[in-house]
C-alpha cells in the first residue's frame, strides 16, 4: 500500500501550490478509502470462516494500520494548519477592527486605507484552508469590514470627484469672460486646486482630467490674438537686457578709478535685470548666464585692481620707510643740518603724496619718521638685528634659507620661539605678513647697504607669501556665473498664448 500511496504523488510535482496541496489531499482521501473498501472486504470474505481467523485479521488490521499512517499523519496536520490559519484570520480580523478604529474622519490616511483594501484579502486568502463551519463566522466579519472600509474610501473619491466637477464648472464660466489675462490667471489658480486634489479611480480621473483639460485649452486659445503683442514685449525685454549685459561688460573693460566708479553700479544693474519682465525661453538662460558672466568679470577685475592698489601701497610703505631710513642714518651719522633736513622734507614730501595707506601704515610711517631725529649708536645695533630678525622670521614662514651669517640668530629665535611656545601644543604663528611689514618701518636706522642688503632679502621672502582669498563684494551673487537663477525664468511665470493648458509656474 505505501509503494502505491508514492507512486500516487509522484503525479502531484509540477503543478501549482494550491492544486498541489489539494491533489495530495485527494491522494490521501483516495488511500484511506481503498482501506476501507478492503475492510469491507475483509468483513464479507471472512463470514462463516473460523479457522486461524484471528491470526489472519491481525496481520490484515496491521497492514492496514501501516497503510493507513501515513493518511493519518496528513489529516491531523492538516487539521493543525486549518486551526492555525483560523486563528492567523482572527488575528488579521483584529488588526482590521483595530485600523478601522484608528481611521477617524479628521485624520484617516487615505493612500494607507486603499493599500489594506487592495493587500488585506490576498492576506486573508493566503491562510487557507481553515474548517468550513467555523471559517464562515471569520468570512463574514471578514467581509463586513472590508466592506465598511470600501465603502469610506469610496465616499472619500465621491468628494473628491465632487470638487473636480467644482473645478471643471468653474473653467466652463471662464470661456465666457472677456479679459483674456483674467481668464488665464483664473486657469492657472484652477489647475493648481487640480493638483491639489487627491486622485480617485483611474478610469473617472482620466474622464475629469479630459473634461477640464479640454476646457483650459479654450481659454487659452482666446489668448493667442494676444500673440503679436506678447512676443514684442519679450522683444523689448531681451533688448533691455542685452544692454545691461553690455554696459557691465564695458565696465569691466576698464582699469583704475574708472573701474571701481563703474563698478558700484552692479546693485543698480541686477536690481534692473531682475526687474524685467519675461524674456524668450530659448535665450532667457544665456542671457541670464551673460549677466552673470559680466558681473563676475567686473568683481574678478576690481578684485585685481585693489590687489594691485594694494600692492601699490605696501610698495609706497616701503619706500617711505627707505625715506625715513635714510633721514635717520643722516642723523645718526651726525650729518650736516642742511641734509638732515633736505632728508626730512623729502621723506615729509613723499608721505603726504600717498594718497591710500594699508591698515597702520601711515601711523606706522608718522612712528619711525618722529623716532628717526633721536637715533644712538646702540640704537643702530639694536636696529640692525630687529631687521635681521624680521627676516628670519619671513624666511621661516616661507620656508626660505637664512645666509650663513644669520644662521646662529636664527637657532636663537627659534630656540625663543619654542620656548615661548611649550605648553600649547604647537609653535605660536610669526605674524601676518602686513603686521611684519609694520615692524620692519618702524625698526631704527641702519647703514644703506646693510639696510638695502636686508630689504631684498625681505622683499624675496615677501614675494613667496601665499596669495589672499578672494573676497566677494557686497553685491555678488549667491553663486557663481554659470550657478542657475530661477528667477531668469521668468518667461514661466507667464503662460504663452496658444499652448497646451498646462503652465510653466513661476520659479519663485
Known amino acids: 500500500m505505501n509503494a502505491g500511496f508514492d507512486d500516487e504523488c509522484q503525479s502531484c510535482y509540477g503543478i501549482g501550490r494550491q492544486r498541489r496541496n489539494r491533489r495530495r489531499f485527494d491522494c490521501r482521501l483516495l488511500v484511506a478509502d481503498r482501506i476501507k473498501s478492503l475492510q469491507r472486504e475483509w468483513r464479507t470474505i471472512s463470514q462463516g470462516i473460523v479457522s486461524d481467523a484471528g491470526e489472519d485479521w491481525e496481520r490484515f488490521h496491521q497492514a492496514s494500520q501501516a497503510a493507513y499512517q501515513p493518511c493519518r499523519e496528513y489529516f491531523d496536520a492538516q487539521?493543525?494548519?486549518?486551526?492555525e490559519n483560523l486563528n492567523e484570520r482572527r488575528v488579521l480580523l483584529e488588526r482590521l477592527a483595530a485600523f478601522e478604529k484608528a481611521q477617524t474622519d479628521e485624520a484617516t490616511d487615505w493612500p494607507l486605507l486603499a493599500r489594506v483594501l487592495r493587500e488585506a484579502p490576498q492576506e486573508w486568502r493566503g491562510y487557507f484552508p481553515v474548517d468550513r463551519e467555523a471559517g464562515r463566522a471569520a468570512q463574514?466579519?471578514?467581509d463586513a469590514a472590508m466592506a465598511r472600509l470600501q465603502a469610506r474610501l469610496d465616499a472619500w473619491h465621491e468628494r473628491n470627484a465632487e470638487h473636480k466637477r467644482s473645478l471643471i464648472k468653474r473653467a466652463g464660466h471662464l470661456?465666457?469672460?472677456e479679459d483674456g489675462r483674467e481668464a488665464i490667471d483664473a486657469v492657472k489658480r484652477l489647475q493648481s486646486l487640480w493638483k491639489e486634489t487627491t486622485a480617485g479611480p483611474r478610469e473617472l480621473d482620466q474622464r475629469l482630467w479630459n473634461e477640464f483639460r479640454e476646457l483650459c485649452d479654450g481659454v487659452y486659445k482666446k489668448r493667442q490674438q494676444a500673440f503679436v503683442e506678447y512676443t514684442a514685449a519679450l522683444e523689448a525685454n531681451k533688448a533691455q537686457a542685452v544692454a545691461l549685459c553690455e554696459e557691465a561688460e564695458g565696465v569691466a573693460g576698464l582699469s583704475g578709478a574708472a573701474l571701481l566708479e563703474g563698478s558700484a553700479k552692479n546693485p543698480d544693474w541686477r536690481s534692473a535685470f531682475e526687474a524685467l519682465g519675461e524674456m524668450p525661453r530659448t535665450e532667457a538662460s544665456g542671457l541670464r548666464s551673460r549677466f552673470e558672466r559680466a558681473l563676475d568679470l567686473c568683481e574678478a577685475r576690481v578684485a585685481e585692481q585693489r590687489e594691485r592698489d594694494e600692492e601699490q601701497s605696501f610698495a609706497n610703505l616701503f619706500e617711505a620707510g627707505r625715506h625715513v631710513q635714510s633721514y635717520g642714518w643722516a642723523v645718526a651719522q651726525n650729518a650736516d643740518a642742511s641734509e638732515r633736513e633736505t632728508l626730512k622734507r623729502a621723506a615729509e614730501a613723499f608721505i603726504a603724496s600717498i594718497p591710500h595707506w594699508p591698515k597702520g601704515g601711515l601711523q606706522a610711517v608718522g612712528d619711525a619718521l618722529a623716532t628717526a631725529g633721536?637715533?644712538?649708536g646702540a640704537d643702530i645695533e639694536a636696529s640692525e638685528k630687529a631687521?635681521?630678525?624680521?627676516?628670519i622670521r619671513c624666511e621661516i614662514q616661507s620656508e626660505s634659507a637664512t645666509p650663513a651669517e644669520d644662521e646662529a640668530l636664527r637657532r636663537e629665535y627659534q630656540v625663543q620661539r619654542l620656548m615661548r611656545g611649550m605648553g600649547q601644543g604647537?609653535?605660536?604663528d610669526e605674524g601676518h605678513w602686513d603686521s611684519i611689514a609694520l615692524e620692519w618701518i618702524r625698526s631704527g636706522a641702519v647703514a644703506p647697504a646693510t639696510y638695502e642688503n636686508l630689504r631684498a632679502r625681505f622683499m624675496?621672502?615677501?614675494?613667496?607669501?601665499?596669495?589672499p582669498a578672494p573676497q566677494r563684494t557686497p553685491f555678488s551673487p549667491r553663486g557663481g556665473a554659470d550657478d542657475h537663477d530661477p528667477r531668469n525664468d521668468r518667461a514661466g511665470a507667464k503662460r504663452r498664448p496658444g499652448r497646451e493648458g498646462s503652465t510653466r509656474a513661476s520659479a519663485r
Open 374 to 376: 633721536s637715533v644712538a
Open 460 to 467: 624675496r621672502c615677501r614675494a613667496k607669501r601665499p596669495a
Open 140 to 142: 463574514g466579519e471578514f
Open 79 to 83: 487539521a493543525a494548519l486549518r486551526k
Open 387 to 391: 631687521l635681521r630678525t624680521l627676516c
Open 175 to 177: 470661456l465666457t469672460l
Open 426 to 428: 604647537s609653535h605660536a
